[in-house]
């Protein structure tokens, strides 16, 4: 599968922002689709999943209830709404996606093999 995010800008803090990754390929439902974002100096970290199928989701503690996840199988995109950004959400946010289908919260960014190339959010204060 071939993804393609999309969706960053600039956003004052406390706005909001919508993430939408593209994918192409067969079988999109069998795959769990995640986002990560890295931060300048900073390690890649989890944001969120969205897991083959019925569509579980899960966050990074940090997301405490700002972000929402959110797939549309037929049109094989997954959306991540970010309300109430920060500044500290300034990143290159990835979407990534995996068939694997583990039965966990899809947190492990080595569980991937599928990466789309990143789209820059830069929330301003």
């Known amino acids: 599968v071939q993804l393609q995010a999309f969706g960053g800008g600039l956003v004052q803090a406390g706005g909001s922002r919508k993430l939408s990754c593209s994918a192409s390929g067969r079988a999109f439902i069998n795959y769990t689709v995640a986002w990560f974002r890295q931060a300048p100096g900073k390690e890649r970290e989890f944001v969120s999943a969205v897991k083959y199928g019925v569509g579980t989701t899960y966050y990074g503690d940090f997301v405490k209830g700002r972000f929402t996840i959110s797939r549309d199988n037929d049109k094989k995109t997954v959306s991540l709404q970010m309300n109430s950004l920060q500044p500290e959400d300034t990143a290159v946010y990835y979407c990534?996606?995996?068939?694997?289908?583990?039965?966990?919260?899809?947190?492990?960014?080595?569980?991937?093999?599928?990466w789309g190339q990143g789209t820059l959010v830069t929330v301003s204060s």
């Open positions: 990534a996606a995996e068939s694997c289908q583990h039965d966990d919260n899809n947190s492990a960014e080595r569980y991937y093999n599928f």
